[in-house]
């Protein structure tokens, strides 16, 4: 069986800046709070004119280049994202037909903040199957415009951003995709979500009133099981593969909170100097935080061919997802 690596690297950001000072003037907030308690410096806004698969094409496009691709002999494209152009149809299909992948099929994958894990899980498993040889696995989040800011306690959290990943098999002498841990946990629902706008509480007058169509979260709950359950499925890849924490060359953590970040890795006993740290320039960007980490640390020279790769993230659900992989990129 062919085994599955990531062989591109590719990310979009949008050009206009929020940056805690901003906020200031918006909210009852202040830079201090905000960087002490989320580490968040700054994050980037889509212009009105700008729906998510409108940022999801510019990195799809970006990893093509990368790899010098052409869109059309792209096979699958999986979007992960919880703020798609419309309910249907799916981002995939808009995504597919601006980039002229016309021999590709799709779907969107709604896992929130774990959606890239769970996306990178399904390409990889898809390519170790034999079914497919070329996949992309984007994530891609307009977060901006489903945040009230007048909720101090939400609107300091996120920003937009795509970030897309090439799946493919390996070659003779390659690794790649090594192991993968996903879980769910429905209890979780009632405090990280978006309450209306489904088919529970469809949209209407009372709903739009009442501001039911943002992120409403409960911070104390989300904080200690995103601490918790990244920790524990970290380690138990970590453990079923005979891994010391001094075997992972790069920790690629979803960034939602660097306290949650820098909480994991202690815990793991991860040097900080391996852990991948860049939630200051971008905030939460949702499904895009880790193609984003896996760009800056491929800039900073930190990920390159050869290194053993543990990512890892806990979303709305609750998802929480893992993988290991063996970078394949020069």
Same mark, same amino acid.
């Given at each position: 069986?062919?085994?599955?690596?990531?062989? &591109?690297?590719? +990310?979009?950001?949008?050009?206009?800046?929020? %940056?805690?000072?901003? @906020?200031?003037?918006?909210?009852? %907030?202040?830079?201090?709070?905000?960087?002490?308690?989320?580490?968040?410096?700054?994050?980037?806004?889509?212009?009105?004119?700008?729906?998510? $698969?409108?940022? &999801?094409?510019?990195?799809?496009?970006? /990893?093509?280049?990368?790899? !010098?691709?052409?869109? &059309?002999?792209?096979?699958?494209?999986?979007? +992960?994202?919880?703020?798609?152009?419309?309910?249907?149809?799916?981002?995939?299909?808009?995504?597919?037909?601006? @980039?002229?992948?016309?021999?590709?099929?799709? =779907?969107?994958?709604?896992?929130?903040?774990?959606?890239?894990?769970? *996306?990178?899980?399904?390409?990889?498993?898809?390519?170790?199957?034999?079914?497919?040889?070329?996949?992309?696995?984007?994530?891609?989040?307009?977060?901006?415009?489903?945040?009230?800011?007048?909720?101090?306690?939400?609107?300091? @959290?996120?920003?937009?951003? /795509?970030? /897309? =990943? @090439?799946?493919?098999?390996?070659?003779?002498?390659?690794? *790649?995709?090594?192991?993968?841990?996903?879980?769910?946990?429905? $209890?979780?629902?009632?405090?990280?979500?978006?309450?209306?706008?489904?088919?529970?509480?469809?949209?209407?007058?009372?709903?739009?009133?009442?501001?039911?169509?943002?992120?409403?979260?409960?911070?104390?709950?989300? =904080?200690?099981?995103?601490?918790?359950?990244?920790?524990?499925?970290?380690?138990?890849?970590?453990?079923?593969?005979?891994?010391?924490?001094?075997?992972? *060359?790069?920790?690629?953590?979803?960034?939602?909170?660097?306290?949650?970040?820098?909480?994991?890795? $202690?815990?793991?006993?991860?040097?900080?100097?391996?852990?991948?740290?860049?939630?200051?320039?971008? !905030?939460?960007?949702?499904?895009?935080?880790?193609?984003? &980490? /896996?760009?800056?640390?491929?800039?900073?020279?930190?990920?390159?061919?050869?290194?053993?790769?543990?990512?890892?993230?806990?979303?709305?659900?609750?998802?929480? *997802?893992?993988?290991?992989?063996?970078?394949?990129?020069?």
């Amino acid at each position: 069986m062919p085994g599955a690596k990531i062989t &591109a690297v590719g +990310c979009y950001v949008p050009e206009r800046i929020l %940056t805690n000072q901003d @906020l200031e003037r918006m909210v009852d %907030t202040s830079d201090a709070w905000i960087v002490e308690r989320t580490g968040i410096r700054k994050r980037h806004i889509a212009d009105p004119s700008m729906a998510t $698969s409108d940022m &999801a094409v510019e990195a799809a496009r970006e /990893a093509l280049l990368a790899r !010098g691709m052409d869109p &059309a002999d792209v096979e699958v494209i999986i979007v +992960c994202t919880v703020t798609p152009d419309m309910m249907f149809p799916s981002t995939a299909c808009l995504v597919q037909d601006r @980039l002229g992948c016309r021999h590709a099929w799709g =779907f969107d994958l709604i896992a929130a903040c774990s959606g890239f894990v769970y *996306g990178l899980t399904t390409a990889a498993h898809f390519i170790r199957a034999g079914a497919y040889r070329r996949i992309l696995v984007i994530g891609a989040d307009t977060m901006s415009r489903i945040v009230n800011y007048r909720d101090r306690t939400t609107c300091v @959290l996120f920003g937009d951003a /795509a970030g /897309a =990943f @090439l799946v493919e098999p390996t070659e003779e002498g390659e690794v *790649g995709f090594i192991d993968s841990y996903n879980i769910i946990d429905g $209890s979780g629902a009632p405090y990280l979500n978006m309450p209306a706008g489904g088919s529970r509480m469809p949209p209407s007058h009372e709903t739009v009133e009442k501001g039911l169509h943002y992120v409403h979260q409960d911070g104390q709950q989300v =904080f200690k099981y995103a601490v918790r359950t990244m920790y524990e499925t970290c380690q138990l890849v970590l453990d079923r593969n005979s891994l010391r924490p001094e075997d992972i *060359g790069v920790f690629l953590p979803h960034q939602a909170n660097k306290r949650i970040i820098t909480a994991v890795a $202690s815990r793991l006993g991860l040097p900080e100097d391996r852990v991948i740290i860049n939630i200051d320039e971008y !905030g939460n960007t949702t499904a895009a935080t880790i193609p984003l &980490a /896996a760009r800056d640390a491929m800039r900073a020279g930190k990920l390159r061919r050869g290194t053993l790769t543990l990512i890892a993230a806990v979303g709305a659900g609750y998802t929480a *997802g893992v993988n290991l992989w063996r970078w394949e990129i020069d």
